[in-house]
C-alpha cells in the first residue's frame, strides 16, 4: 500500500486491508515504536479490532527489525534514480519491485552458519 503521509489514518487503513485480507484467525503485526504505530486514535481503533494484535521491538534494538533490511533493498530496486509523476508510478514501481523481491527470496536464517565439518585425511591408530 501506498500512502501521501506516514500518520495514524493511513496506518490504520493499512492494518484494515491487512485484516480484509486474511479472514481467520489472530493477526500479529511487529512494528518499531513510529508514533502512528502507538497513538492514542491507533490504540482505540486496535480496541475495536482485537483480532490485531501489535507487537514491538524493544527499543534499542533496532537489528531486529527487518523491516529496515527490506526498504533498503526496496529503495535500491524500486525507487533509485527515478522520479515519479505521480502517486500511480509509485504504486507501479512498488507491484513490479516486490514481485521481483519475491521472486528471489529466502529464508531469512539468524546467526553465524555452523563450521563444516572437518574430515580427516589421515587416521592414526596407536596401540600399546
Not at 104 to 123: D, E, M, N, Q, S
Request: with cysteine; net charge positive.
Amino acid at each position: 500500500m501506498t500512502a501521501s503521509s506516514r500518520n495514524s489514518a493511513f496506518y490504520q487503513q493499512f492494518l484494515q486491508r491487512v485484516e480484509d485480507a486474511n479472514p481467520a484467525g489472530d493477526i500479529y503485526v511487529i512494528t518499531d515504536n513510529l508514533s502512528s504505530h502507538n497513538s492514542a486514535s491507533t490504540r482505540t481503533w486496535l480496541e475495536e479490532h482485537p483480532r490485531i494484535k501489535h507487537v514491538f521491538i524493544p527499543v534499542g534494538a533496532c537489528w531486529l527489525n527487518l523491516q529496515e533490511g527490506w526498504w533498503r533493498l526496496f529503495r535500491k530496486a524500486a525507487l533509485a534514480g527515478r522520479s515519479f509523476g505521480d502517486p500511480d508510478h509509485i504504486a507501479h514501481a512498488t507491484r513490479v519491485a516486490t514481485k521481483q523481491l519475491n521472486a528471489r527470496a529466502r529464508p531469512w536464517i539468524w546467526g553465524r552458519p555452523a563450521p563444516p565439518t572437518r574430515t580427516l585425511r589421515r587416521r592414526y591408530v596407536y596401540t600399546l
